[in-house]
């Protein structure tokens, strides 16, 4: 695989001579900004080698370095080996960012490529900051994998299905009377959006164009006069037009968005990370155009009364499949013979026997052992290892229902643990724990409260890198923005109807990683004479592993929790299951005592 990642590079690098840069960065995002891309947009993935969710690539003439972030660095360091491309650690004192790293390696006179699609504007302001004193120029081209990509994935094409009102909550019509008034609130007259859930959600409808992810490729142009979704046609089916229609919907090609961009109606607002080809084309064609974070990046978080039904419906399914799961993994044990991957489909065999199940909401990450460390690990056949009877492992994953996703983490013990185990384990429940029972005053914002996670381990000398929490979407991505509980300052105040993960971590290189994870429900709390006060529901139905617990290390707050929450697992999942099951659940969720 070596030497095929240094011929593809070998490959691009003729292209930029025909181009005339020095340079050409590759992002591993699309047009849309999105997280998780099409298999058509992973280029990044195919020149590389190195297959997680973040990174940017950057390639000049003579070296090559690609930047990801702390949840990747033990899986690019593995995926790199041979190729000659350098890992840069993102956010680590001393590591230069692509911009820096290049302003540093290039001469003046050079010049530096990108992609206009799938670059944001922001990208090229970083540069032009940090390379343009030098005498280095930036340069958009066209995109060079459809020249040097064989067998380059197409842009999908699967159908589009309506998600019904029962579902959703709120009509079309409604999102979008509520979007014009935000716009026009911000003194602006019409808005693009480009971020496919955001379309997904305004328009209550699905599709399959990303893995794990029901969103498809468009996008979706309002004003007060209309409204214009930008699609090919082939994806709608005869039942989506008419809806489309009766909600006075026109359809255009979806190439077709950057030409009519230049007539957009009075003050347009556009995303700030909205990609550069059509930033250009709006800010050089518009008579004003506004850069400001669309509205619905927070309308589709704060979930109706309808979506949160839909949760807990989704989270007792979820729940059922994780006990089965978890009583089928112990006997299996006894047998042997399983392995990380047997573990990841076996799991999804039991989500899928439950209704409405739609698939999963991403690559399952089961790490036995020192795989557990890796924080994104995701088993394949050259990696997979079989299950021994001792130590952890980890286990992320979650499902897409019709009626909302989930995404859990446990941490399963398989057999004897050492004390440090125990005690890591211990710490992450801990840190876990903060965050479930933190009542805070309304306006607090997600950055605000991360330490709560981070306090118990920090006071252990340990830290975790990566953010210790994010939202989920309503049978939506499962990453959805933009709360965060994060360290650098994620500005999104918290409401209530808002969805989040609460997962702390432990990870420790060669050994072991331990990670427990529940999606929560942001409620209200009180009302004082301070103001309005929030807390968190837990939406998540599943046993947290009660063996690795060292419950000298728990206050009472926090055991009376863990015994309050499994009763609550208990009385929702039981009439779901059959007596064995029922037996086994009772044990894992009897009360833990000193």
Same mark, same amino acid.
């Given at each position: 695989?070596?030497?095929?990642?240094?011929?593809?590079?070998?490959?691009?690098?003729?292209?930029?001579?025909?181009?005339?840069?020095?340079?050409?960065?590759?992002?591993?995002?699309?047009?849309?900004?999105?997280?998780?891309?099409?298999?058509?947009?992973?280029?990044?993935?195919?020149?590389?080698?190195?297959?997680?969710?973040?990174?940017?690539?950057?390639?000049?003439?003579?070296?090559?370095?690609?930047?990801? !972030?702390?949840?990747?660095?033990?899986?690019?360091?593995?995926?790199?080996?041979?190729?000659?491309?350098?890992?840069?650690?993102?956010?680590?004192?001393?590591?230069?960012?692509?911009?820096?790293?290049?302003?540093?390696?290039?001469?003046?006179?050079?010049?530096?490529?990108?992609?206009?699609?799938?670059?944001?504007?922001?990208?090229?302001?970083?540069?032009?900051?940090?390379?343009?004193?030098?005498?280095?120029?930036?340069?958009?081209?066209?995109?060079?994998?459809?020249?040097?990509?064989?067998?380059?994935?197409?842009?999908?094409?699967?159908?589009?299905?309506?998600?019904?009102?029962?579902?959703?909550?709120?009509?079309?019509?409604?999102?979008?009377?509520?979007?014009?008034?935000?716009?026009?609130?911000?003194?602006?007259?019409?808005?693009?959006?480009?971020?496919?859930?955001?379309?997904?959600?305004?328009?209550?409808?699905?599709?399959? @164009?990303?893995?794990?992810?029901?969103?498809?490729?468009?996008?979706? &142009?309002?004003?007060?006069?209309?409204?214009?979704? &930008?699609?090919?046609?082939?994806?709608?089916?005869?039942?989506?037009?008419?809806?489309?229609?009766?909600?006075?919907?026109?359809?255009?090609?979806?190439?077709?968005?950057?030409?009519?961009?230049?007539?957009?109606?009075?003050?347009?607002?556009?995303?700030?990370?909205?990609?550069?080809?059509?930033?250009?084309?709006?800010?050089?064609?518009?008579?004003?155009?506004? +850069?400001?974070?669309?509205?619905?990046?927070?309308?589709?978080?704060?979930?109706?009364?309808?979506?949160?039904?839909?949760?807990?419906?989704?989270?007792?399914?979820?729940?059922?499949?994780?006990?089965?799961?978890?009583?089928?993994?112990?006997?299996?044990?006894?047998?042997? +013979?399983?392995?990380?991957?047997?573990?990841?489909?076996?799991?999804?065999?039991?989500?899928?026997?439950?209704?409405?199940?739609?698939?999963?909401?991403?690559?399952?990450?089961?790490?036995?052992?020192?795989?557990?460390?890796?924080?994104?690990?995701?088993?394949?056949?050259?990696?997979?290892?079989?299950?021994?009877?001792?130590?952890?492992?980890?286990?992320?994953?979650?499902?897409?229902?019709? !009626?909302?996703?989930?995404?859990?983490?446990?941490?399963?013990?398989?057999?004897?643990?050492?004390?440090?185990?125990?005690?890591?384990?211990?710490?992450?429940?801990?840190?876990?724990?903060?965050?479930?029972?933190?009542?805070?005053?309304?306006?607090?914002?997600?950055?605000?409260?991360?330490?709560?996670?981070?306090?118990?381990?920090?006071?252990?000398?340990?830290?975790?890198?990566?953010?210790?929490?994010?939202?989920?979407?309503?049978?939506?991505?499962?990453?959805?923005?933009?709360?965060?509980?994060?360290?650098? &300052?994620?500005?999104?105040?918290?409401?209530?109807?808002?969805?989040?993960?609460?997962?702390?971590?432990?990870?420790?290189?060669?050994?072991?990683?331990?990670?427990?994870?529940?999606?929560?429900?942001?409620?209200?709390?009180?009302?004082?004479?301070?103001?309005?006060?929030?807390?968190?529901?837990?939406?998540?139905?599943?046993?947290?592993?009660?063996?690795?617990?060292?419950?000298?290390?728990?206050?009472?707050?926090?055991?009376?929790?863990?015994?309050?929450?499994?009763?609550?697992?208990?009385?929702?999942?039981?009439?779901?299951? @059959?007596?064995?099951?029922?037996?086994?659940?009772?044990?894992?969720?009897?009360?833990?005592?000193?």
């Amino acid at each position: 695989m070596e030497s095929e990642i240094r011929k593809r590079i070998s490959a691009l690098r003729e292209v930029m001579r025909k181009e005339g840069i020095s340079a050409f960065i590759v992002p591993t995002t699309d047009p849309h900004s999105s997280e998780y891309v099409a298999p058509h947009w992973e280029a990044r993935k195919w020149l590389t080698g190195f297959t997680g969710s973040a990174g940017t690539a950057v390639i000049t003439l003579h070296a090559a370095g690609l930047w990801t !972030d702390s949840r990747y660095f033990l899986q690019a360091t593995s995926q790199l080996r041979g190729s000659n491309i350098t890992l840069f650690k993102e956010k680590i004192p001393g590591i230069p960012t692509p911009a820096e790293w290049l302003s540093n390696v290039l001469k003046a006179g050079d010049t530096i490529g990108l992609d206009g699609w799938v670059n944001q504007c922001s990208l090229k302001e970083e540069i032009e900051h940090e390379c343009k004193t030098k005498g280095i120029t930036l340069k958009v081209i066209p995109d060079p994998f459809d020249a040097i990509w064989e067998n380059r994935p197409a842009i999908p094409t699967d159908p589009v299905v309506l998600h019904d009102l029962r579902y959703t909550g709120r009509s079309t019509r409604e999102k979008i009377a509520q979007i014009l008034q935000a716009i026009h609130e911000n003194r602006c007259d019409s808005i693009l959006l480009s971020a496919l859930d955001d379309i997904a959600w305004t328009l209550n409808l699905r599709g399959n @164009d990303v893995h794990c992810n029901p969103v498809f490729i468009s996008y979706l &142009y309002i004003s007060d006069s209309k409204t214009v979704l &930008y699609i090919n046609k082939v994806k709608l089916t005869p039942d989506v037009l008419a809806y489309l229609t009766t909600n006075e919907i026109e359809i255009k090609p979806y190439e077709s968005v950057k030409e009519d961009l230049k007539n957009a109606e009075g003050i347009l607002q556009i995303a700030p990370n909205l990609n550069l080809a059509l930033t250009l084309t709006a800010v050089h064609a518009c008579r004003e155009v506004e +850069r400001i974070t669309p509205p619905t990046g927070v309308f589709k978080t704060v979930k109706n009364a309808v979506e949160i039904e839909g949760f807990h419906n989704a989270m007792r399914k979820d729940g059922v499949a994780m006990v089965k799961f978890l009583i089928w993994l112990e006997e299996a044990m006894q047998k042997g +013979r399983e392995t990380e991957c047997s573990v990841d489909s076996t799991l999804t065999a039991f989500r899928a026997e439950q209704a409405d199940f739609k698939g999963i909401s991403f690559d399952t990450i089961a790490g036995y052992g020192a795989h557990g460390a890796i924080v994104h690990y995701e088993p394949t056949a050259e990696t997979d290892i079989p299950l021994e009877p001792r130590g952890f492992l980890l286990l992320d994953s979650g499902a897409q229902y019709l !009626d909302g996703t989930t995404d859990i983490t446990r941490t399963i013990p398989l057999g004897p643990l050492t004390d440090e185990e125990k005690r890591d384990y211990t710490l992450v429940l801990k840190g876990h724990l903060q965050i479930q029972n933190a009542v805070f005053p309304e306006g607090t914002c997600g950055t605000q409260l991360d330490f709560l996670a981070r306090l118990p381990m920090c006071k252990d000398g340990i830290n975790y890198l990566h953010g210790t929490g994010h939202g989920v979407g309503a049978y939506l991505c499962v990453h959805e923005g933009p709360h965060q509980l994060r360290m650098n &300052y994620m500005p999104t105040v918290l409401q209530a109807g808002m969805t989040l993960t609460d997962e702390p971590g432990i990870y420790k290189p060669n050994r072991h990683g331990v990670r427990i994870e529940n999606t929560l429900l942001i409620v209200p709390a009180m009302e004082t004479e301070f103001g309005k006060f929030l807390q968190f529901e837990p939406l998540t139905l599943c046993p947290i592993s009660k063996e690795p617990i060292l419950v000298e290390m728990l206050t009472d707050e926090e055991l009376t929790w863990l015994n309050n929450y499994h009763a609550m697992v208990y009385k929702k999942l039981f009439l779901s299951l @059959d007596a064995e099951e029922r037996t086994w659940l009772k044990e894992a969720t009897s009360p833990l005592t000193r």
